[in-house]
Structures are given as C-alpha cells and as structure tokens.
C-alpha cells in the first residue's frame, strides 16, 4: 500500500519529486500525454507538501503558476490547499464556482 505524501520526509518528497519528473520526461518523448498529465499532478502535489502552508493566509492575493492571465484569492488554508477563487486583472471573480482549490505549490508570488 502506498504512502501518503504527507507522511513523506524532505528528503523522501525530493527524492519522489526527482523520481517522477524523470517518469514525466520519458512519458513526454513517448508521446503519453495523459501519463504525462498524471505525473505532472502528483509533481504538484509532491511539491505542495515540501512548502510551509503557513507562508500563506487568508485575504492574500497570488499569481498562479501557468495561468498569467488570472490570480488566486485565497479565502482560507486547509492542509496544502489554498481555497478561494481565481481573479482577472481587475480583481473580478472569473470563475462560476463557488470556491476552487489549489495546491500550494501552484501560487507564485504575492500580488500586493
């Protein structure tokens, strides 16, 4: 049975991380774009718990890895999840949800 990342040391995440990104890269030559997906995600996740979640807090405003078009809202934390909603540039909800999810590891820096 498999562990949970959250029971994982650094050094046993970093170790995960270099494992799947050298999996991900061989998926990517093969032409295995759902492989290629998968590995990318658990990449994310991996990462997600190497970070202080503490580092980040409701009412903050952060870019989103990947999606330069829009930021992240953060309402509230739970665990590696930052919950809330993602932004256009002029602060205006884009999304019909009530509330998204991210991983830590999917928020640049601070918008100010």
């Given amino acids: 049975m498999e562990r949970r990342y ?12 270099a494992k799947l990104t050298e999996k991900a890269r061989k998926a990517e030559q093969m032409g295995m774009v759902n492989e290629y997906a998968v590995y990318e ?10 970070m202080n979640p503490g580092d980040y807090g409701a009412g ?6 990947g999606d330069p078009a829009h930021t992240f809202y953060i309402q ?7 919950w809330g909603y993602r932004q256009n540039q002029q602060h205006e909800k884009v ?15 601070q918008v100010k």
Avoid at 60 to 65: F, H, Q
Avoid at 76 to 82: D, E, I, L, S
């Fill in 95 to 109: 999304t019909e949800a009530k509330e998204e999810a991210l991983p830590i590891s999917m928020l640049g820096q």
């Fill in 6 to 17: 959250s029971e994982y040391t650094y050094e046993e995440l970093r170790q995960e991380v």
């Fill in 60 to 65: 903050e405003t952060y870019e989103i890895e």
């Fill in 41 to 50: 995600r658990k990449i994310i996740m991996a990462k997600s718990y190497m």
């Fill in 76 to 82: 509230y934390m739970n665990g590696v999840f930052a």
